[in-house]
């Protein structure tokens, strides 16, 4: 009835439209029938009313009343568990009022809090730092202590969980000690900073924070969910040190003063998951799952305890106290050896990560989203491993390898999979969106001399962009990562002649599963960074090879066989799929037999062993190719900096080995920009820069320099390339922020999201000389007709060969850095035209052999 009556009055609304105070009075009734009985009927009532309001709202009145409704719809769809919902009123609420210059509402508090509040529960976290950066702009401009304070603190909270623990902390400090604050207020940012310091495992200066919170907000009369939060905190802090004594004292504090006034469901169940962790510490399993089930039966809908200990997948939503309950769940089971039911419970949460990936726009909120599941994903795989070692049923090896990859280069991959199916109108907006990104990180990299305004206008429309993304995609999609076709897989593996390597590197435990002859296997092995950074530290400069020999021998041999690459037999090309560290790792270089040598050529290099090409997944594998065009011609950009102190005297050697042999744009000098890059691009097969390029560090990101200008990783994503190869002929450009399991935040990550599949790129800084010879080589052997990865393989045999160079020279500082990504390109068209070469020849041999004998029969 209900429905009816609100068509019926949209109908009356269109005919009598005259009178405005109709609609709002309207929308305002609405907004009372939810709020006086708030319940999901009701709720569904405001949903299909504020469809009809928003049609007809014009007025600012009626605006503001439109924004009120989304707001108080929001609320009570956070608190029924539609977070994605709630999260969408809210962002309407505030283009309504933003877009028509809306005043007389606190829309901070509201709208802008809670929005960026749920934000942060999301793991959302850039769209959460700039909406509380944007309404701790407006509180400040117009000298809102309270909004503020609480931006503020919110922010705090954005950098705790988004890993920036030290951000943190400067930023609590920087407040407490320069900013005016009421006794609440201070209690509140203490309470944070000492959760902070807890999680910095600094737990001394922890205690005596939080102790210092509690005397503050004691002070404070009807406070008690604040002071609750600060015992709770101090029972965390005593748990950590096994005082679980002290642990309990605080936490029945906490919950004592908790239930003395109504609370949030949310709020609800992350005391019940806080008691049974306490529980679960004490070894009392049966407790935990009691505390565990309290959870289930706030937040999930009509669950049954009798029926089964977990909820059913179609009941759960995006939630992480949900997450975290279900892991603990998993932690229950194993520990009582049931471990079908540990997969089962980590399976859930596996499906709660989906839905949280899905809501998600910004790349860096993604990937600190997937290396967060990454701990429950090495526990999953080390389950699994046991099962099989238990029942010697190899389908539970498969299940470990083919859950490994789900979190392989998931976000790179998700991205590049859906621009094939974006419109053009989404690909506009996303391209503004990492080019305010990109504006943003470029201002904040001048430190003190930094524009905070500029800053925040950026901030504002990056925000607003943001917006408009997100009301183009559904609430609702099926994020759900496909598992790979292992059929598929064996098959390409055959036409390849190759074997695959792919590593799984956890915090305890690294594995590798290693597929050949339609089989996977699969090794496990004690993490290895320590040995990992000692290779790696040879390449640091290009002495330190060449001054420990023996020592690089040694320290190569041994990481050789801890990598069990010795049990690959009978098969041309090896595909390694590394993760963590071993990202840097170039393998071609690792030593497979002992020797006493100092001649580098004369070295056994797993180089001479196989062909090897790498990829960032199983699925890059899978999809890879070469993209079929007459020939090949290059588009060269060579900036040279002649005349400068970062001269590239060989790059003119190595652009003269490629014109020699291909076709193409080659810009030299002051020609050689970023503008005439961009305009190019597309229009040819290989795109080949000769230039400088940094890792970046903890602070700057990785960029490469063209002639005007240094570009960010970030800022290549949009540039309209198609080629079959890219090669990034400079310093470190597979180098940069690491994550597991995506990879490494570099140039070359840069060109993939571009939508390059195969790239040349290098793993340190490089030498200016030996490169030039390395491309040449390389390039002359693609004019031979030889697939990408078969030419830099062979290059570098060609360069330890050459007789020319120098022993020092032939280190493999100098001929390992370039390593190849992508496709084992299919060069059957290449041994087509060699077979007609050779039976052409055979023709005319046989030719000249019927000439010879016919002359010699003639009279």
Not at 218 to 242: D, E, P, V
Not at 323 to 329: E, F
Not at 474 to 501: C, G, H, R, Y
Request: charged residues 20%; contains cysteine.
């Amino acid at each position: 009835m209900k429905n009816i009556f609100n068509i019926l009055f949209f109908i009356c609304l269109n005919c009598f439209g005259q009178n405005s105070n109709v609609l709002e009075n309207k929308i305002y009734e609405s907004i009372d029938q939810l709020v006086t009985n708030p319940s999901k009927e009701n709720l569904q009532i405001s949903t299909n009313s504020e469809k009809i309001f928003s049609k007809s709202a014009i007025s600012k009145p009626e605006l503001l009343a439109l924004t009120i409704l989304e707001c108080n719809k929001a609320f009570y769809e956070n608190q029924f568990g539609k977070t994605n919902y709630a999260i969408s009123s809210y962002e309407k609420a505030w283009q309504i009022f933003q877009k028509n210059k809306l005043k007389n509402y606190d829309i901070i508090e509201y709208c802008l809090k809670p929005l960026g509040n749920l934000y942060t529960i999301i793991g959302d976290y850039d769209n959460a730092e700039n909406t509380i950066k944007q309404y701790y702009f407006i509180a400040n401009n117009s000298n809102n202590q309270e909004h503020k304070i609480a931006s503020i603190l919110n922010l705090s909270n954005v950098y705790q969980s988004s890993g920036r623990i030290e951000n943190a902390i400067d930023l609590l400090n920087n407040t407490i000690n320069n900013e005016v604050l009421s006794t609440l207020q201070k209690g509140v940012l203490l309470n944070n900073l000492g959760s902070n310091y807890m999680l910095n495992n600094n737990f001394e200066l922890a205690k005596s924070t939080l102790e210092l919170s509690v005397s503050e907000l004691k002070k404070q009369k009807n406070q008690s969910q604040l002071l609750s939060n600060s015992y709770r905190n101090l029972a965390t802090i005593y748990a950590k040190g096994n005082d679980l004594v002290k642990a309990k004292k605080y936490f029945n504090e906490a919950k004592k003063i908790f239930f003395t006034s109504k609370n949030e469901p949310r709020k609800i169940a992350k005391l019940h998951y806080e008691e049974a962790l306490l529980y679960f510490q004490e070894k009392n399993l049966k407790a935990t799952t009691i505390a565990i089930t309290s959870v289930f039966k706030v937040l999930v809908p009509n669950f049954n305890a009798n029926k089964n200990i977990l909820p059913e997948q179609k009941t759960i939503y995006a939630e992480t106290v949900l997450t975290d309950a279900l892991d603990l769940q998993a932690a229950v089971f194993y520990e009582q050896k049931n471990y079908k039911k540990t997969v089962e419970a980590y399976k859930l949460s596996f499906y709660i990560d989906d839905l949280f990936q899905s809501l998600l726009v910004y790349e860096n909120s993604k990937i600190i989203n997937q290396v967060s599941s990454r701990n429950r994903t090495e526990k999953c795989l080390s389950v699994l491993v046991f099962l099989y070692k238990k029942e010697k049923n190899s389908n539970y090896i498969t299940d470990a390898f083919l859950l490994s990859e789900k979190s392989k280069a998931s976000v790179l991959q998700s991205y590049i999979s859906k621009s094939k199916n974006t419109s053009q109108k989404e690909k506009a907006l996303i391209e503004k969106v990492h080019i305010h990104y990109s504006e943003i990180i470029k201002e904040q990299q001048k430190g003190n001399l930094a524009d905070i305004s500029k800053i925040n206008k950026i901030i504002e429309e990056q925000n607003n962009l943001m917006l408009h993304l997100k009301s183009m995609r559904p609430l609702i999609s099926n994020n759900k990562k496909q598992d790979i076709d292992l059929e598929s897989l064996f098959k390409k593996l055959k036409n390849d002649n190759a074997t695959m390597v792919s590593y799984f590197s956890g915090f305890e435990n690294l594995y590798a599963f290693t597929i050949q002859n339609s089989k996977i296997m699969m090794e496990k092995f004690i993490v290895m960074d320590n040995k990992i950074n000692v290779f790696l530290n040879y390449f640091s400069t290009s002495e330190k090879i060449t001054n420990d020999i023996s020592g690089y021998a040694k320290t190569s041999f041994e990481l050789y066989s801890n990598l069990k690459l010795s049990r690959i037999k009978n098969q041309k090309n090896l595909i390694v799929i590394p993760d963590g560290k071993l990202n840097f790792i170039p393998f071609e270089a690792l030593i497979t037999k002992k020797s006493t040598t100092t001649n580098f050529a004369k070295m056994h290099y797993l180089l001479n062993d196989f062909t090897i090409a790498y990829n960032n997944s199983v699925s890059f594998y899978l999809n890879g190719g070469i993209h079929k065009k007459t020939k090949n011609t290059v588009l060269g950009m060579f900036p040279v900096f002649e005349n400068t102190d970062s001269a590239l005297t060989f790059s003119k050697d190595e652009l003269n080995a490629i014109k020699k042999n291909f076709e193409g744009n080659y810009f030299e000098n002051d020609k050689a920009t970023f503008s005439n890059f961009k305009q190019n691009a597309s229009q040819y097969s290989i795109l080949h820069l000769s230039t400088h390029a940094s890792s970046g560090d903890i602070y700057d990101s990785a960029s490469i320099k063209f002639f005007d200008q240094d570009i960010l990783y970030s800022e290549l994503y949009n540039i309209n390339i198609n080629p079959n190869l890219v090669v990034l002929s400079a310093c470190e450009t597979g180098l940069g922020k690491l994550f597991k399991g995506e990879g490494a935040m570099s140039v070359a990550r840069g060109f993939q999201f571009a939508g390059a599949q195969n790239l040349l790129f290098s793993l340190w800084k490089v030498n200016d000389f030996t490169t030039s010879k390395l491309m040449e080589n390389f390039y002359n052997n693609i004019h031979k007709n030889e697939p990408y990865f078969e030419s830099i393989a062979n290059a570098k045999h060609q360069f330890l060969n050459d007789k020319t160079i120098s022993n020092v020279k032939k280190s493999p500082y100098y001929w390992a850095p370039f390593v190849y990504y992508g496709s084992l390109e299919n060069n059957n068209e290449s041994k087509l035209r060699l077979w007609a070469l050779g039976l052409l020849s055979l023709v005319g041999i046989a030719f000249l052999f019927w000439k010879k004998y016919k002359k010699s029969k003639t009279p």
